[in-house]
């Protein structure tokens, strides 16, 4: 079963630009999660889509955006880009619908550096 | 609002010996969630161990357990026989009640990172 995936690894962006990250879950999977990883923060929950629809959202401002298509992939788009969201940015999937011994599968991150 | 706290930013351990990692937690739910994921240099997190609330026995998986202390809010970590391969950062998560169904996001400690020296 292929993991979980996300697109690009790596990207390196200018300050006031946007930026679309992908997340490809693990086949079967429904629930795509979002974090943001960065040394001073920590990890950080940024958003949950279940079934094309948001069902949980962090502490982040109106920049950072999600969705999620009917195949279950997600994209997340931060715009207007600030020096302070370089971060690793983490895409978790889960089956997301009521097993108890659900587990969340994360992907490799993208490495996102704003300049 | 649930809050996770690694008290430990760096530790180290020789190989095959053993070594436990700290974890505090604060929620006010009476059921919830906890678990320990490693993140090697790959960056990948991989769940090592988890822990349901109202499951008083301590999880364990092969060399790794956990010292699950429900009143103390407290769930470490042990690592036995400690093997090159476990150096990574280890981050201590929990999540609310409704995790795997309504709810699925988890609250993450800073976490520790572990050097396993030969």
């Known amino acids: 079963k292929a993991g979980v995936t996300q697109t690009p690894r790596y990207l390196i962006k200018t300050r006031g630009q946007q930026v679309t990250l992908s997340c490809s879950p693990i086949?079967?999977?429904?629930?795509v999660s979002w974090y943001q990883q960065t040394p001073g923060q920590g990890l950080q929950f940024l958003f949950e889509y279940f079934s094309e629809t948001q069902r949980n959202k962090g502490n982040f401002p109106g920049r950072f955006s999600g969705r999620q298509f009917s195949n279950s992939r997600s994209e997340m788009n931060v715009s207007t880009l600030e020096l302070g969201d370089s971060a690793l940015y983490l895409c978790?999937?889960?089956?997301?619908?009521?097993?108890?011994?659900?587990?969340?599968?994360f992907g490799q991150g993208t490495r996102l550096t704003v300049v | 609002a649930q809050t996770v706290t690694q008290s430990q930013p760096e530790m180290s351990v020789q190989e095959a010996e053993t070594v436990t990692l700290s974890c505090t937690y604060d929620t006010s739910e009476n059921n919830y969630y906890l678990f320990w994921y490693k993140q090697p240099p790959s960056r990948q997190m991989i769940l090592v161990i988890r822990?349901?609330?109202?499951?008083?026995q301590n999880a364990t998986e092969n060399r790794f357990s956990v010292n699950f202390q429900k009143a103390a809010k407290s769930f470490s970590l042990k690592i036995s026989d400690s093997q090159l391969g476990d150096t990574a950062m280890y981050f201590c998560?929990?999540?609310?009640?409704?995790?795997?169904?309504?709810?699925?996001?988890?609250?993450f400690g800073k976490g520790t990172k572990l050097s396993v020296k030969p």
């Open positions: 978790a999937s889960s089956e997301g619908q009521g097993r108890v011994n659900t587990e969340a599968f």
């Open positions: 822990q349901e609330a109202y499951k008083q």
């Open positions: 998560a929990s999540a609310g009640p409704n995790y795997g169904g309504s709810q699925g996001n988890l609250i």
């Open positions: 086949s079967g999977h429904r629930s």
